[in-house]
């Protein structure tokens, strides 16, 4: 992104217009589209050229918005029908590489992915990450996914009763398609070695397939919890 | 043939009377409960006592699809009133449920053209209007021009 970067970005609700508004700051090229009259107005008093009316649904208006040459096209109205459509024909009529969509109800999120519409971004989604990440007893929390490769690294914190606690690195069986790969103690990290003992309060990374996710959790989890990994 | 129609306005409830006297297995979708009075229309008997099937939900929704039987339909039908609404729901019943035979009303004629071209088969009763009234002037215009 800079010098020369084009890009369309549909609704100018609060998103699309403070999005504009940084992208243009950073050196963009930026046209920003919004079907509503009131609201055009209103946005085009500061962004004056860079906002033009139009329902972007319609092909004549991204053709008259240059959609042709732009590299990037971010769809973010309210309603996710809209948003994933004008990603698909960007891609697939007018041939822009990159896309970016938003999600309003997580839900819909598989038919953006059914129509080959990727990546997207759900406020929702985002929050509840945060959620998981700032509440560590809400047991674990993915630092990445990657479905389609069939790989994920979470960040999970052992319990005072984890069956884990007291075992040597080197004794663990964790289920296959797993492995530990670095331990958070006291604000520091570390990669263990097989003689490290896993302590309660340890929060450990692993990387993992994630259809062992629930014996993994289970592994690591609780004494007493039922568990495939003994 | 099992035909489902998601959208029971004034087109998508006309489909459906006429499907279902034709002697299809016909299940309607709509998200207004109150469409099921346009059903009716006509009718003699209530919608559910000649054989049709009625859900309240939306295209977008699996679990109102699956109830709607979209798992054994051999048609789908898109007649909701919107285009984006229509398009997306076609989408998924093509390539989720592989639905073989899927039709789609759109009003916007570049995207029905489009999306044509796509493998989504629409029916686009703009074109069919313009094209009326297109041939209509023209013949006027003949006739007065000869006049």
Not at chain 1, 121 to 147: C, K, M, Q, W
Not at chain 2, 35 to 64: N, Q
């Amino acid at each position: 992104m800079g010098e020369g970067t084009y890009v369309i970005v549909v609704g100018a609700g609060k998103v699309g217009w403070n999005l504009a508004r940084e992208l243009l700051d950073k050196g963009n090229e930026v046209t920003l589209l919004e079907n509503d009259r009131d609201r055009f107005a209103t946005v085009e008093q500061e962004l004056e050229h860079n906002v033009q009316y139009g329902d972007a649904s319609e092909l004549w208006v991204l053709e008259r918005a240059g959609i042709s040459r732009a590299d990037m096209v971010i769809a973010v109205t309210g309603d996710d029908e809209d948003n994933v459509l004008i990603c698909q024909v960007a891609k697939e009529k007018y041939l822009c590489e990159r896309t970016i969509a938003r999600v309003n109800n997580p839900r819909n999120k598989q038919w953006f992915e059914l129509l080959g519409v990727k990546p997207v971004v759900s406020a929702t989604d985002l929050i509840l990450r945060l959620i998981e990440h700032e509440v560590p007893e809400y047991g674990l929390v993915h630092l990445l996914d990657l479905p389609e490769q069939r790989l994920e690294i979470i960040e999970m914190l052992l319990p005072d009763d984890s069956k884990a606690a007291g075992v040597r690195v080197g004794d663990l069986e964790m289920p296959d398609g797993s492995l530990l790969i670095s331990v958070l103690r006291e604000g520091r990290g570390f990669v263990p070695g097989p003689e490290t003992v896993l302590e309660p309060g340890d929060e450990i990374l692993a990387v993992l397939d994630p259809t062992v996710e629930e014996d993994l959790t289970a592994y690591f989890g609780p004494d007493g919890a039922s568990s495939d990994g003994g | 043939m099992f035909i489902l129609i998601v959208g029971i306005g004034r087109v998508g409830s006309s489909v459906a009377r006429t499907m279902l006297q034709e002697g299809h297995t016909v299940s309607c979708l709509d998200e207004d409960p109150e469409s099921h009075a346009r059903l009716e229309i006509g009718l003699d008997k209530p919608w559910e006592d000649l054989g049709g099937r009625y859900t309240v939900g939306t295209g977008l929704e699996i679990e109102a699809l699956t109830e709607a039987g979209i798992e054994r339909a051999d048609a789908f039908v898109a007649a909701t009133d919107g285009d984006n609404t229509n398009l997306v729901i076609a989408q998924i019943a093509k390539r989720r449920f592989e639905v073989p035979i899927v039709i789609a009303r759109i009003l916007d004629p570049y995207r029905a053209e489009w999306y044509e071209s796509q493998g989504v088969h629409t029916i686009c009763p703009t074109r069919v209007a313009i094209d009326m009234l297109n041939s209509e002037v023209r013949e006027a215009a003949g006739k007065a021009g000869e006049g």
